[in-house]
C-alpha cells in the first residue's frame, strides 16, 4: 500500500511539473518555446523535481511526506508515465490549430 501511494504520489507530481511547462501557451507547441523565457518557472519545477525525488531517496523526506524509496529505474518509467498529460494538451493545441485553419471554431 506504502509502496503505491508512493509511485502515484511521484507520478502526479512529475506529471503536473511537466505539464506546467505546456501550459505556457494556449497555441504554441512546447518544442517552440524557449525554456530560458521563464526562470522563476524553470526554478520552481527544477526545485520541485529535487524534493520530490529526495522525498523518494531519503529516509527523513520520506518519513514527512510518507513516502517509500522507488528504485531510480522504477523513477524513470514514473516519468516517462507522466509526460502523458503534457502530450495530450500538446495533441489538443494540434488539433485546435487544425481546426482553425480549416474554419471550424
Known amino acids: 500500500m506504502d509502496q503505491a501511494r508512493s ?3 511521484a507520478t502526479l507530481v512529475f506529471a503536473e511539473l511537466l505539464r506546467a511547462f505546456g501550459a505556457r501557451s494556449e497555441t504554441k507547441p512546447v518544442w517552440k518555446i524557449s525554456l530560458w523565457t ?4 524553470l526554478l520552481v519545477i527544477a ?3 529535487l524534493l520530490q ?3 523518494q531517496q531519503t529516509p527523513v523526506f520520506g518519513r514527512l ?3 517509500s524509496w ?3 529505474t522504477d523513477c524513470l ?3 516517462a508515465i507522466a509526460t502523458l498529460p ?3 494538451l500538446e495533441i489538443i493545441k494540434v488539433i485546435t490549430r487544425i481546426r482553425k485553419t480549416n474554419g471550424n471554431p
Open 7 to 9: 509511485y502515484a504520489f
Open 38 to 41: 521563464n526562470w522563476n518557472l
Open 47 to 49: 526545485v520541485s523535481f
Open 53 to 55: 525525488i529526495a522525498s
Open 65 to 67: 511526506l510518507r513516502t
Open 70 to 72: 522507488i528504485p531510480w
Open 77 to 79: 518509467v514514473l516519468l
Open 86 to 88: 503534457m502530450f495530450v
